[in-house]
């Protein structure tokens, strides 16, 4: 079986599946990503009922970019059981998880975004090949209104919790695109994490790491 866990933006999931990705059972929770770890407990107490942690073949967990805090949390989480259990780990990209969703069956460009700071956003390109997800720009850190320069493809299908806050300029940018604004859609499954993972060899919880592109904004001491 494989544990699923996603906790990069606000949104928690978790998710168990068999060793091909279908899914047992799956939680998801919109939550404070400072509650994440109190809620990621209580989740994985719900998830694995009846279950022996040891039973466990794979974990799979989203490794960015996304929330920093959120993906401190469960990263960790996912590398600590990891080192406990000697269970083999594997990272996922949140956008590879972010594409995959979008349901896409043609020929399409998928562009998933993730707000960051300021007007900054996490993205990538991809294209659907019958199954098959083809990453044509890899994950990097823009800016929303620059995003038009990225790439000339259309029509893109946009989607991801940035896809929703940036909607009316999207539109604008490119009018003859898809912006998927479902939560279904916009925010990371864990059973899309697990599917993606069992096509994917574990490793090392040690070679697991987080993706960062920026450092994360500190309150000024107002002392100093």
Known sequence: MILAIDSSTKSLSLALTD???????????????????????????????GIKLEQLTKIACTTGPGSFTGIRIGLSFARTLSQIYNIPLVGVSTLDALARQSEASKAFFICPLIPAQQENVYIALYKTEGTKFKRLIAPKLQNIKDVKNLFKHTPVIFTGEGALKYKELLKTLFPDSKILTDTKFIFPKASTIALIASKKKGTSFRKVVPTYFQLPRLSKNPKN
């Open 19 to 49: 060793n091909s990705g279908a899914v047992i059972r799956e939680v998801f929770v919109l939550s404070d990503q400072l509650r994440h770890s109190d809620v990621l407990f209580q989740q994985l107490n719900k998830i694995t009922r």
